[in-house]
């Protein structure tokens, strides 16, 4: 069945502007507004993964992860599904539903309508279209990003290195078919957009006073609960 240009054009504004809602849900601030505060008035004041983890700790950083990096699945896979790979409505663009999508969800994320255009830095909502299209890649990349976190602790720098490889091998990937040099500057305008998002934690990371992600912290040496002060000495009971 041939499908008209007039329709193509209607599936992909509707996956650019699902999507771009979709995006525009930020979880960091709903989770920590049922905890009773706002994690924008918080830390680093970034409503993102690596903020929560630094003040609500490993469960519910975690937790926000999943949900921003399932914000960059859910539109992708629906977009792959209305603009070609999943033949529901093929028109032979293939994989190019999957890096509309990804996009827009991404910049709903980083400048949400909903919220004024503050939103957060993209990082995990990448993670979850690159997990899309490359998920081994995306997988071996995100372990090595964490083995690197428990390492050095800086949490930005890691952001960068589990999308870097798999966008990388999305483009030669694309590159060898019709839609390759479109797919290219999508797949490069996403990486720019969270470099861009993240451009005061680079200038902070060059300057040495990028905030720490520690996962696991270290078990504090408590002073003894009863002592008493005898010539300059505590001494414990």
Not at 36 to 50: A, F, L, Q, V, Y
Not at 140 to 167: Q, R
Request: net charge positive; proline share 3%.
């Amino acid at each position: 069945m041939t499908i008209s240009t007039s329709m193509q054009i209607l599936a992909g504004a509707l996956v650019a502007i699902g999507s771009y809602f979709v995006g525009n849900i930020n979880n960091a601030i709903v989770i920590s507004r049922l905890k009773g505060k706002d994690i924008r008035e918080c830390g680093s004041g970034n409503p993102g993964t690596m903020n929560m983890l630094r003040t609500y700790g490993k469960l519910l950083g975690v937790l926000t992860l999943i949900l921003d990096v399932l914000k960059g699945v859910i539109p992708c896979l629906l977009g792959w599904l209305f603009m070609g790979g999943g033949q529901f409505l093929r028109f032979g663009s293939d994989r190019i539903g999957m890096y509309v999508a990804g996009i827009f969800a991404v910049l709903g994320h980083i400048y949400p309508v909903l919220m004024k255009f503050n939103g957060g830095k993209g990082a995990a909502t990448i993670i979850g279209v690159c997990l899309t299209m490359q998920p081994l890649y995306t997988l071996g990349a995100f372990a090595f990003g964490v083995a690197f976190l428990f390492i050095t602790h800086v949490g930005s720098l890691t952001s960068f290195i589990i999308i870097s490889l798999p966008l990388a091998m999305e483009g030669l990937t694309a590159g060898q078919n019709p839609i390759g040099v479109y797919a290219s500057v999508i797949l490069f305008a996403m990486y720019l957009l969270s470099l861009f998002a993240h451009r005061k934690n680079v200038y902070k990371l060059f300057h040495g006073n990028e905030g720490r992600v520690v996962l696991i912290k270290p078990k504090s040496k408590l002073q003894p609960e009863r002592s008493f002060v005898y010539e300059d000495y505590i001494v414990a009971e």
